[in-house]
């Protein structure tokens, strides 16, 4: 089975410009969320999708958004690019039905803002 | 408002030792705690979890102690390994349905050949 796949995995943009993730959750998973891990602040929870409807938040500016498409693929995009969003951008597939849950992580979206 | 957090920073062991790596959390509504190591470069990997009903569980080479007492969770590695040189995180969950689990700062595992 194949796992989580993220892309772009690396990528660098200028402030004020905005930026698109990519996210296919392994067959079968239903919920995808994303986190932006860095430093400082460590993981911290952006959104969570499940079945195309947002479905948990995270305390982050509007400036990030997601969406969830029919095949279970999502993106997140983040607008007028700030220093401080360089960021590794983790995405998590799970089945989201309950239970434990257990996430299944890919390997990130590394963005730097000059 | 609540938080998961870690005790150390940074752990460095031999070859062979055990090693302890402790965490800290302050929801007591949390019923669910897991634990989850990063290699550099990778994303998170589920190493082991635990439900708040128990106190133990064991798995391969690990053993997740959970003290809903003072609210302290740990992951201890038999005969660590120079492949065990990960960030490893607790994360927890709270009651009420909700499936995000929130992460402590993660513990950096160094392990001397």
């Known amino acids: 089975k194949a796992g989580v796949t993220q892309t772009p995995r690396y990528l660098i943009k200028t402030r004020g410009q905005q930026v698109t993730l990519s996210c296919s959750p392994i067959?079968?998973?239903?919920?995808v969320s994303w986190y932006q891990q860095t430093p400082g602040q460590g993981l911290q929870f952006l959104f969570e999708y499940f079945s195309e409807t947002q479905r948990n938040k995270g305390n982050f500016p509007g400036r990030f958004s997601g969406r969830q498409f029919s095949n279970s693929r999502s993106e997140m995009n983040v607008s007028t690019l700030e220093l401080g969003d360089s960021a590794l951008y983790l995405c998590?597939?799970?089945?989201?039905?309950?239970?434990?849950?257990?996430?299944?992580f890919g390997e990130g979206s590394r963005l730097t803002v000059l | 408002g609540e938080s998961v957090g870690l005790h150390l920073p940074t752990l460095s062991v031999q070859e062979g030792d055990n090693s302890i790596i402790n965490c800290a959390y302050s929801?007591?509504?949390?019923?669910?705690f897991i634990w989850y190591k990063q290699e550099s470069g990778k994303g998170p990997q589920f190493i082991i979890d635990?439900?708040?009903?128990?106190d133990k569980r064991q798995g391969q080479r690990v053993t997740v102690l959970l003290n809903k007492t003072v609210k302290h969770l740990s992951l201890q590695i038999a005969a660590t390994q120079p492949g065990d040189s990960a960030v490893y995180f607790c994360?927890?969950?709270?009651?009420?349905?909700?499936?995000?689990?929130?992460f402590g700062r993660g513990t950096s595992l160094i392990v001397h050949p």
């Open positions: 994360a927890e969950k709270g009651s009420g349905g909700s499936y995000i689990p929130t």
């Open positions: 067959s079968g998973h239903r919920s």
């Open positions: 635990i439900r708040s009903n128990m």
């Open positions: 929801n007591s509504a949390s019923d669910y």
């Open positions: 998590a597939s799970s089945s989201g039905q309950g239970g434990t849950g257990e996430l299944f």
